[in-house]
C-alpha cells in the first residue's frame, strides 16, 4: 500500500501541480516527500491524493493540494527562512513547510487538532516544527519576525499583529473576504519596513476566527 501511495503522491504532483503552473523546485520536492495520506482520518487515506479538500475533526478542512502549494510557492521561502502558519489543521501544509524552511511554527485554535498534528509530526520526525494551542490572529510574538506567513483560514481583514510580525523582505499570504462564500488570496509584502498588498486568486476557506478576526 505504501508503493500504491507513492504512485498516487508521484502523479497528484504531475497532473495537479506541475500542470497548474507551481514550478518552484523546493515546494515540488517537498509535495512529492511529505505522505499526505498520514494526515487525513483512516476513512479517507484512499482520497489522500484527490484534488480537492478533505473533511477533518472540528469542522475543519485539509486543503486541496493544489492551493497548499500555490500558497507556499508564493511565500519564496528558502531552506534559511522561519515561517509562521496560522491554522495547523491536520498539520500537512506544515510538513510541507517543514521540508523547506528552516524552523516552523503553527498555531491552532482547537487542542484536539493541534494534538493530533503534534503526535503526526513526531512520528515522521519533523522536529523543526513546533505547535501552538491559542489564537492565531494575534500571532506567535516570541519567534517573530517571520520570513513567510500563510494564513490556511479567511479573515475580516489582514490581522494587525500578523503585519507586526513580519521581517523585512517577507511576505505573508492570506484570505481575505465574506465569512462562509468566497474570499481573495492576499499577499502581503514587507519593504524597507513598508507594506504593500496584492490580491491574487478567489478561494473559499473556513473562517478564521479570533480577536483579529472572525468572532
Not at 517571520?146 to 511576505?171: F, M, R, T, W
Request: zero cysteines; proline letters at 4%; glycine letters at 6%.
Amino acid at each position: 500500500m505504501t508503493e500504491d501511495f507513492r504512485e498516487l503522491r508521484e502523479k497528484m504532483v504531475k497532473t495537479q501541480l506541475i500542470r497548474r503552473g507551481i514550478e518552484a523546485e523546493q515546494v515540488i520536492k517537498a509535495f512529492k516527500k511529505v505522505p499526505r495520506e498520514k494526515f487525513v482520518d483512516s476513512r479517507y487515506q484512499n482520497s489522500a491524493y484527490n484534488d480537492s479538500p478533505l473533511p477533518i475533526d472540528k469542522d475543519q478542512t485539509i486543503s486541496q493540494p493544489y492551493i497548499v502549494a500555490y500558497m507556499i510557492e508564493k511565500l519564496a521561502l528558502d531552506e534559511n527562512s522561519r515561517v509562521l502558519e496560522i491554522g495547523t489543521g491536520s498539520g500537512y501544509a506544515a510538513a510541507v513547510l517543514a521540508e523547506i524552511a528552516a524552523e516552523v511554527y503553527t498555531i491552532e485554535r482547537f487542542e484536539v487538532l493541534a494534538e493530533k498534528a503534534s503526535k503526526r509530526f513526531n512520528s515522521l520526525g519533523y522536529d523543526n516544527v513546533k505547535v501552538k494551542v491559542g489564537d492565531g490572529t494575534l500571532g506567535w510574538e516570541e519567534h517573530a519576525p517571520y520570513d513567510g506567513i500563510v494564513v490556511s483560514a479567511a479573515a475580516p481583514h489582514v490581522p494587525q499583529k500578523l503585519k507586526e510580525q513580519l521581517a523585512e523582505n517577507g511576505k505573508m499570504i492570506i484570505p481575505v473576504g465574506e465569512k462562509r462564500g468566497v474570499q481573495q488570496l492576499k499577499i502581503i509584502s514587507k519593504k524597507n519596513g513598508k507594506l504593500s498588498e496584492e490580491s491574487l486568486d478567489y478561494v473559499r476557506f473556513v473562517p478564521l476566527t479570533g480577536e483579529n478576526g472572525w468572532s
